[in-house]
């Protein structure tokens, strides 16, 4: 059984379905595309799994947790309720094509014929029509249960290439004009990527780890670096956080510092707990792990995707918005909660009131069909993967001026990845593992793997790909490369994943010459000094406590994992050292980076502070001439 449209819908059961791949015998395009979520064994919880003991209705009784509503990016006519509206244009977002621009919209019931968006260079003369392509996925809970405007189901993507422009660097002014009953948007604009090799100076915006809680004033900040001209944002993964729709279901924990309770509120680290944190939750909720509403901006997985998207309207309607794959992207859970919370209401469909199990059985099988294997992810974003020979909305690579940008996953295809596929859940074995063998997060690969060699990271596309693209860059034109994936290589907060890390990828990107490397999943600000392939800081590339040089031995490490998320912020123990390749952590704010290349030779790092635009910490980046 298939669900959804087969090429976004992508296996974690890929690669033991299709046959080896050798040099001599790639696999097709067709072969990699009949990928499919497992559904070999059935789904057995709720029909609309709800992260609310109180309140186990999708759109709220006012029992539970409050149900928010955010504008969509096309607003009702002033005459109309939302109550009548059926069909809505309800999120924009645009990406760069390695020669154009794509222009992406969602709506709830699609728009009844092939997206069409008419375009021009002035508000006044949109001329131009281009036409694309639709895709969908069977989402828990359809969009008839909800506002038109808070769910998008038809995912619609609009390609202008290159060869129609004036020049890289333009203006396009362009409408939306929809269909099925949706009302047309306004005339938008967005700038096309700067032509490689053009000397102009540029601002790109990086985060990681954002989602709605915590995140009001990083989201404010990147409007307004948006507004005033910045180039594109970079968000390396836990976009919407929208595994998280149950953390209010889950009772605080002595080993979790995160206990919500309305005045009471516990969050870690020294800074204030933030104003909304401090109203009584709900009568009868309970003390959670989650934050104001139970889940992050909703209680249920694809409500929260939904209302992030129609949230970030304000920054995606105004600049490129380039995504990397986060653990949170997923599937719809990767914690089963202390007494096995999630086992109760997704396996064993109890939904009474604190409902526990007394073993956990959250297998892959546990969330619903449309909630696994990056489902979401893989349709709710349209990146550049295969017109730069990467994979979706996985690995791709585009040029900016005068900088090559990688993205490539720190989740899947590589050995021993997070989110591991079947083939390492059975050791090689080309059969599928057992349900009890599965759990929630397993996914991938969306690469092949030679011969199935799972162990060997030689034989995974995605790093195939990577040496690949870095060693065509022409430095020439892009003496500048920034590569970034979700998960650190470095960090003062040690895991075993940054070991898979760095044997995956870390010699890849110092052979190359990358200047720096972007990374979140740590929930806090943290700039590494350069470090070599030994794990050693390159003190011969620190020229002082603000400025690095570019040096082949060495790259650069950032950690920007604190744009907001309903985790909060990441924290040291007691006896946790800050180890002596960081330079600067930062504990307490959220924020985001503004990274500029000024010119060929110096650019500069900055960290924003969310609470106030200003700046946290800064770093230049310099490099010889030639």
Same mark, same amino acid.
């Given at each position: ?98 020669? *154009? ?77 929809? *269909? ?132 970030? !309207? ?69 990146? !550049? ?15 900016? *001026? ?225």
């Amino acid at each position: 059984m298939l669900t959804g449209v087969v090429f976004a819908a992508l296996a974690a059961t890929a690669a033991q379905a299709l046959p080896s791949r050798s040099v001599a015998s790639p696999l097709s395009k067709l072969e990699l595309h009949k990928r499919y979520v497992d559904t070999r064994f059935p789904y057995t919880g709720p029909a609309v799994p709800v992260g609310d003991w109180l309140d186990q209705t999708v759109q709220g009784n006012g029992k539970g947790y409050e149900r928010l509503y955010k504008d969509p990016a096309v607003l009702p006519a002033p005459n109309m309720s939302v109550l009548d509206i059926t069909n809505n244009i309800n999120v924009i977002s645009t990406s760069f094509l390695p020669n *154009g621009i794509n222009i992406h919209f969602q709506t709830p019931y699609g728009i009844g014929s092939d997206p069409v968006v008419r375009w021009g260079y002035s508000a006044d003369a949109l001329n131009c029509n281009a036409t694309g392509t639709t895709t969908s996925y069977d989402r828990t809970p359809p969009c008839s249960m909800m506002l038109a405007t808070q769910c998008s189901s038809f995912f619609h993507n609009v390609e202008i290439p290159e060869r129609v422009l004036i020049e890289p660097g333009s203006t396009i002014y362009y409408s939306i004009p929809g *269909g099925n009953g949706t009302r047309p948007s306004d005339v938008l604009t967005v700038k096309t990527a700067l032509k490689p090799g053009c000397e102009a100076e540029f601002e790109v915006l990086v985060l990681n780890d954002m989602g709605y809680t915590n995140a009001h004033g990083t989201k404010e900040y990147l409007r307004r670096h948006a507004q005033e001209g910045a180039a594109f944002a970079w968000h390396g993964g836990d976009i919407s956080y929208a595994d998280d729709w149950y953390e209010g279901i889950l009772p605080c924990e002595p080993t979790w510092d995160v206990c919500v309770d309305g005045i009471h509120t516990e969050l870690p680290g020294p800074a204030p707990v933030p104003a909304e944190y401090l109203s009584p939750l709900p009568a009868g909720e309970p003390a959670n792990q989650g934050g104001p509403r139970g889940g992050d901006i909703a209680q249920v997985y694809e409500n929260n995707w939904d209302l992030w998207q129609n949230w970030m !309207n304000d920054v995606s309607k105004i600049i490129p918005y380039q995504v990397t794959p986060g653990n949170h992207e997923a599937s719809c859970a990767e914690f089963d909660g202390p007494q096995n919370q999630l086992t109760a209401l997704l396996v064993n469909n109890d939904t009474s009131y604190n409902a526990t199990s007394p073993t956990s059985n959250l297998t892959y099988y546990a969330c619903p069909e449309s909630q696994r294997n990056f489902t979401a992810y893989n349709h709710r974003f349209f990146m !550049n993967g295969e017109k730069s020979n990467g994979r979706g909305n996985h690995w791709y690579s585009f040029d900016y *001026g005068l900088a090559h940008f990688v993205s490539f996953s720190g989740e899947t295809d590589y050995y021993s990845s997070p989110e591991k596929p079947f083939i390492a859940v059975t050791k090689g074995n080309t059969t599928l593992p057992s349900e009890a063998a599965t759990f929630a997060t397993n996914s991938g690969p969306f690469g092949y793997i030679e011969n199935n060699n799972y162990t060997n990271n030689a034989a995974y596309e995605q790093i195939q790909w990577l040496k690949n693209d870095l060693a065509n860059v022409d430095r020439s034109k892009t003496p500048w490369i920034f590569a970034m994936s979700h998960r650190p290589m470095y960090s003062t907060e040690v895991s075993s994943y940054q070991v898979a890390m760095r044997n995956a990828f870390q010699q890849i990107l110092l052979e190359a010459g990358v200047d720096a490397y972007f990374a979140g999943h740590v929930h806090w600000y943290e700039r590494n000094y350069p470090i070599m392939a030994n794990g050693q800081v390159d003190h011969a590339a620190v020229k002082d406590d603000h400025t690095y040089v570019a040096s082949q031995d060495s790259l650069i490490h950032f950690t920007e994992g604190n744009a907001g998320n309903i985790e909060s912020h990441s924290t040291r123990g007691p006896d946790e050292p800050i180890l002596n390749t960081t330079a600067v952590l930062n504990e307490v704010d959220f924020g985001f980076a503004s990274l500029k290349i000024h010119n060929r030779t110096t650019a500069t790092y900055t960290f924003i502070k969310g609470v106030d635009g200003s700046a946290g910490d800064y770093v230049t980046m310099i490099k010889p001439s030639n």
